[in-house]
């Protein structure tokens, strides 16, 4: 199977007060295409800074991303930030709406943002209604609950049609039955609309829906739950 | 408690740095108040009594009281008492005695010289006096001192120069008193030993100059007191006269009421010819002092205000804005079981350090706005200057006091409502976004009504607050705070209106609007609340900046443009011409021809031409005349002007502007006919001359000239239309003043050469000419320097202070606004973080979220800065005229105009922009600072 991004020996590290913090060590990972990854560990493990470094929002200290073909860790700040609007699409854990617009102008403005071309109206409405929230599109996020607004967040990610979306926690701050529904609509996104999905989590109650498991501790893979199926 | 204060404020270092400023600047502002008004007072009443003895050429640091006593009779009781008096009058005025002369003399009395000289024969009027001290204060130019007993039946003294001359004495001539006959019936004999002129020329001690005592023999104070005074039987009539000296330059200025008050008790108890006490001259200087001084203290006072509420709404704003992001903590305290008056102690504690670490910044900088206001020049413009002598009193003090109380309650005023509030309530209330209760009740509208119908009051009562201001009276001080009033209340109405000028650009172009400016409207339109509180300071920052120059350059140019208008050119003086006066009056040797005319010698008028520093001169003759025509019973004041057109029109200075032609275009329709005369415009509307009409005019001696009216003329150099008066009921008198300008060739044909004022027009100083007065010694009977007299209005203490308190004020609002900008900036980018992370993450470029900033600049700081303009330029439309009226003088001639000066606005604006810029420095090295990763808080684990 094709895979999206390959890393090869990345190490980060961070200075601390006495001497260098070593987040991750060598890791060499490939994220398969159209499928669902999950990037498992505890607190402190490393998943959320690995996972900034593929979704090119970091540099690593050593080694290469390859992504689509490209190494995006020696391109240029404008190259990667060209590849943030056009190819990847992210859903943070503490929900990141914009707080000034609502659910229908969150999802828009990532179209503006990627210069859209088609209509974006009918476009919005689509990915509203993907996640199921067609009739709260004139809400601002203050009046939507917790797993509304993570799925405005998902609506947003998508909207652009994104080769892939990293997803970190979406469903830390949500409650299990809310957090299945995040999970199920990412499957689907990953079936029906052919996009690469990353998502973190410690919480071994959604593994089932994965494709791929690696297992971080200590900044390092210790375990490739091989693909499934 | 204390740490945890402590912590609170470190965490919010950026909004205790504000409050200590906003704490500081309202405390030295309170302290300047009474430290600069104590000094500008001072240096004033200093200045009033220099102006005094410059013009007067007498020491006003002096009392006198008289006394006298009549030959043989028992009056004696006024005279001791009166000497009694002259001991304790001083101190009972409230005054520091630092000398005491006595003068005590003779009555007048016929003297003449047994030495059987030829050539005096005549007896002269002279009497015997003494002054105590006299030999410390005087030089011998011939002779000696006198002795100080009598020698052979003589009593030896010194006359002065004066006395010498007149007398006719020579040295040791002795003469014989006839009228007062000494112990043993024959008459008194005086030898004049010695003469003596003042030995210092500036002498306080000579309170009348010794030339002036001409007919005074001068023997020492014990002989007189031995020979002519005896309190039981009197034997001669003598009249005493005690000076008390103090130095008026310790004279308090907060004393002065007092001792004028005292000193008109004194005036009005003694006032018999045998105890009496003179009116000091010290008394009219006092007078007008206290008239300017309460109008000194009351600008002072009223200029302040403004600026003090604003410190004050801006500390409540910050506390305000500190305590909304405390709430989380007080709440969280409160649910712990904290009572209400633990957490208002803790807020109370929090206060009053931040008052008391600010009042000891504060004091001396309060002493240094006081010496900056003291060398304010103009508005934003200072110039070095004899700095203020800054003191502390009990009155700095107490203001500072005040300030700090006014503060405090201010910053725990806003915990009272929230000490109450549990987690529960606070978490309910969150996301509640309620309109404050002026907002609600439109508070601000009301209050802009208020003083749009204070404008057009004042208006309909301009008249009244003219009168009011030349009597002497201080303005209505409602007028200052409608000023402030309309601009503080417009500025918040615009707030009102500056989301739908930003809604309608945003409905417009919501279309084509690219991301970042798409993501800067909707920040701007949602999240108004927090910008107004930047915003208005903005606006009150240039609108006061706008407002407050023109004030500044209004006043000061109207003052200016009338000093010039009044002294008509820049130099302006008339020489002592010599004249045959001499022989007109018939003297003891001389007898006067009753057919010789008064003629005068006219001095060389070219000399002045071609003196270096002149540009051109003219000959300008000034006199009173009468009309014949005019038959009503009241006597007008009517002047002539006699000019030569051509050097008129080249010296004089006159703002084209005043006339609706040229003035040169008077000039040569008056050139063209020597019997033309031009007319002040009252001579058409109220004595009903026309042009073409004849008029005749007469000098003192009733020499008639016949004219022909050729114009009227609303304005002309140096012409007043209206001399002002204050009548003794208190009154203000209007007088009508009437001038006619004609040809002075034709003014000298008929009445001959008289003297005639020299106007100069200099290349810029007129420094030649006291120069050339000094080498030549050039006398004057008048004299007028523009410049010099410009200056002294930039060193008017109300002039100054009042520049000085709008360039402090305006640099108050700037502060402020410069801390409302950051703080509003830095919490909204602090808050924003998050955004920014979200943003980048959805790749934004950085110097797209940069212009995203930019375009929230342009629409609310940006906006607010346009706003500010437009209410500051209503405001001076507004108020100037209003205002200028209370600068105004009762020489004010020229119209009052609205003044703006390009300069002005290019360094108000450079400020306010320089201001800004730094601002925006600040906050992109913020913004710059921000890393996604971090702000995104996925860095977390």
């Known amino acids: 199977m094709a895979s999206i991004i390959e890393t090869h020996n990345i190490v980060q590290s961070f200075p601390v007060s006495d001497g260098e913090f070593y987040a991750l060590k060598n890791i060499n990972i490939s994220i398969p295409e159209k499928k669902m990854t999950i990037l498992r560990g505890r607190s402190g493990s490393g998943k959320t800074t690995l996972m900034n470094l593929l979704g090119a929002l970091d540099r690593p200290k050593s080694g290469s991303i390859i992504f689509g073909g490209e190494d995006i860790t020696s391109m240029s700040e404008r190259g990667r930030e060209e590849i943030r609007k056009t190819k990847i699409g992210f859903v943070f854990q503490s929900v990141a709406l914009i707080p000034i617009m609502t659910a229908y102008e969150n999802v828009e403005f990532a179209l503006r943002l990627s210069g859209y071309k088609g209509n974006r109206k009918e476009r919005v409405l689509e990915c509203l209604k993907m996640v199921g929230l067609l009739k709260r599109a004139g809400h601002m996020p203050e009046e939507l609950s917790g797993g509304e607004q993570q799925r405005v967040a998902i609506a947003r990610a998508i909207a652009h049609k994104p080769e892939i979306i990293f997803a970190d926690e979406p469903t830390a701050e949500l409650d299990s039955g809310t957090g299945l529904q995040v999970i199920r609509i990412f499957k689907e996104l990953a079936q029906n609309e052919g996009i690469t999905i990353v998502m973190t989590t410690h919480d071994t109650g959604l593994m089932g829906a994965s494709d791929q498991i690696y297992e971080l501790e200590d900044g390092e893979i210790v375990e490739k739950d091989k693909e499934r199926e | ?941």
């Open chain 2, 1 to 941: 408690m204390i740490r945890f204060m402590l912590q609170k404020l470190l965490y919010k270092k950026w909004m205790v740095i504000s409050l200590l400023i906003g704490n500081i600047l309202l405390i030295a502002i309170a302290c300047s108040n009474p430290m600069y008004k104590n000094a500008s007072l001072q240096r004033t009443l200093k200045k009033s009594f220099g102006d005094y003895i410059e013009q007067e050429g007498v020491y006003p640091g002096v009392v006198a009281v008289e006394s006298a006593m009549t030959k043989d009779q028992s009056n004696e009781s006024d005279y001791l008492m009166m000497s009694e008096l002259s001991d304790t009058v001083l101190k009972d005025i409230g005054l520091e005695q630092t000398d005491c002369v006595k003068m005590i003399s003779t009555m007048k009395s016929n003297a003449a010289s047994i030495m059987g000289r030829e050539d005096n024969t005549k007896s002269h009027t002279m009497r015997i006096s003494s002054m105590t001290g006299i030999e410390d204060h005087i030089k011998l130019l011939a002779g000696r001192m006198y002795d100080t007993s009598v020698k052979d039946g003589v009593i030896e003294a010194i006359v002065s120069q004066k006395t010498f001359v007149d007398a006719n004495l020579i040295l040791d001539e002795v003469m014989e008193f006839k009228d007062e006959m000494g112990k043993d019936g024959k008459p008194v004999d005086v030898k004049v030993v010695g003469v003596f002129t003042n030995s210092e020329a500036e002498d306080s001690y000579w309170v009348k100059s010794p030339s002036d005592y001409a007919t005074e023999c001068f023997i020492s104070p014990e002989l007189f007191e031995a020979q002519f005074i005896n309190t039981n039987k009197q034997l001669y009539n003598v009249e005493a006269l005690w000076y008390m000296f103090f130095d008026y330059e310790k004279l308090e200025p907060a004393d002065v009421k007092k001792v004028v008050k005292n000193t008109e008790k004194y005036v009005d108890k003694y006032n018999t010819k045998t105890a009496r006490f003179d009116e000091p001259a010290y008394l009219p200087v006092l007078r007008d002092f206290i008239l300017s001084q309460n109008k000194i203290v009351a600008t002072l006072l009223i200029l302040q205000v403004p600026v003090l509420v604003l410190l004050c709404a801006f500390i409540f704003m910050i506390s305000r804005q500190m305590l909304d992001l405390e709430q989380n903590e007080i709440a969280l305290l409160k649910s712990r079981g904290s009572s209400k008056s633990q957490i208002i102690t803790i807020y109370l504690l929090q206060s009053a350090a931040i008052a008391l670490v600010s009042a000891v910044i504060a004091l001396p900088f309060g002493a240094f706005l006081c010496k900056v206001l003291g060398s304010a020049n103009g508005f934003l413009e200072f110039v070095h200057r004899g700095s203020l002598k800054v003191r502390m009193d009990w009155q700095v003090i107490l203001y500072g006091l005040a300030a700090i109380i006014v503060s405090v309650a201010v910053m725990v005023l806003p915990v009272f409502k929230d000490a109450n509030i549990t987690i529960v309530n606070y978490k309910q209330q969150k996301n509640k976004v309620k309109k404050p209760l002026w907002r609600r009740v439109y508070l601000d509208v009301i209050l802009f009504a208020v003083s749009v119908y204070g404008i057009y009051s004042f208006n309909d009562r301009k008249e009244n607050l003219i009168f009011r201001v030349l009597s002497g009276e201080s303005i209505d001080p409602m007028l200052f705070l409608c000023a402030s009033l309309f601009i503080i209340s417009a500025g918040i109405v615009a707030l009102r209106i500056q989301p739908v000028i930003v809604k309608a650009v945003y409905l417009i172009s919501k279309k084509f609007l690219r991301p970042a400016a798409f993501a800067s409207f909707l920040q701007i339109l949602r999240s108004r609340g927090k910008q107004r509180f930047m915003m208005v300071f903005l606006i009150l920052t240039v609108a006061l900046g706008i407002y407050n120059t023109t004030v500044a350059r209004t006043i000061l140019s109207n003052a200016e443009k009338n000093l010039e208008y009044k002294d008509g050119a820049d130099i302006v003086f008339k020489e002592v011409w010599k004249d045959n006066s001499a022989f007109l009056v018939s003297t003891a040797t001389y007898e006067a021809d009753e057919n010789l005319e008064l003629t005068y010698t006219e001095p060389d008028y070219s000399r002045f031409e071609g003196l270096s520093g002149v540009q051109s001169a003219a000959r300008v003759l000034r006199e009173d005349v009468t009309i014949s025509g005019y038959k009503e019973q009241e006597p007008i004041s009517i002047s002539l002007m006699g000019i030569n057109t051509k050097e008129f029109g080249e010296t004089a200075n006159f703002d084209p502007a005043l006339l609706p032609e040229h003035i040169n275009t008077y000039l040569n329709v008056l050139g063209s006919n020597m019997e033309a005369v031009l007319l002040s415009m009252n001579f058409h509307t109220i004595l009903e001359y026309d042009i073409g009409d004849k008029i005749e005019y007469a000098n003192e001696d009733g020499d008639v000239i016949s004219a022909v009216v050729y114009g009227f003329f609303d304005y002309w150099p140096s012409y007043m239309q209206t001399d002002y008066s204050i009548t003794d009921e208190g009154t203000l008198a209007e007088n009508e003043q009437y001038l006619i300008v004609a040809n002075l060739s034709r003014v000298q044909e008929m009445w001959g050469v008289t003297p005639y004022q020299v106007w100069l027009k200099t290349d810029g100083s007129s420094q030649f000419i006291y120069d050339y007065a000094e080498e030549t010694d050039l006398a004057f009977t008048e004299f007028s320097d523009t410049a010099a007299d410009m200056v002294d209005i930039r060193n008017n203490t109300l002039f100054q202070g009042t520049n000085g308190i709008l360039t402090m004020s305006f640099i108050v609002v700037l502060i402020l606004c410069c801390a409302g900008f950051l703080i509003y900036w830095i919490l909204s980018i602090r808050q924003r973080e998050l955004l920014f992370g979200v943003f980048r993450a959805m790749g934004m470029k950085k110097s797209e979220i940069i212009s995203m900033l930019i375009n929230e600049q342009i629409f609310s700081s940006g906006l607010s800065v346009v706003i500010g303009a437009v209410i500051g330029i209503l405001a001076s439309r507004f108020f100037v005229p209003l205002v200028q009226i209370f600068y105004s003088t009762t020489e004010q001639a020229v119209p009052l105009v609205v003044v703006n000066k390009s300069i002005d606005m290019i360094r108000l604006f450079g400020v306010i922009g320089v201001v800004i810029l730094i601002c925006m420095v600040i906050l992109a090295v913020i913004i710059t600072r921000i890393r996604i990763s971090q702000a995104l808080k996925l860095g977390e684990d």
